[in-house]
């Protein structure tokens, strides 16, 4: 970077810790037959008001998971 470093390089740094879903510990190979250059990949976050919002959030993240990457060959 060209910018004179008056306040440090970082405005803000960020740490985040993942956890696997319970019907998905661990990474599977997809059985897609494209070529790598013609995927996407794409890492949601979800943020929620309250704790209690957010365990909701990953019970149904939980139940739906394993049916969503079945049916779409993921």
Not at 28 to 34: A, E, I, M, R, V
Not at 54 to 70: E, G, L, P
Request: net charge positive.
């Amino acid at each position: 970077m060209n910018a004179p470093n008056k306040a440090g390089v970082y405005d803000r740094m960020e740490t985040v810790l993942m956890k696997a879903f319970e019907n998905a510990p661990v990474l599977q190979k997809p059985g897609l037959t494209n070529t790598k250059t013609d995927r996407v990949y794409e890492l949601r976050s979800y943020e929620s008001g309250t704790e209690k919002l957010a365990r909701n959030k990953v019970q149904m993240f939980n139940k739906a998971v394993k049916w969503i990457f079945s049916k779409t060959g993921i």
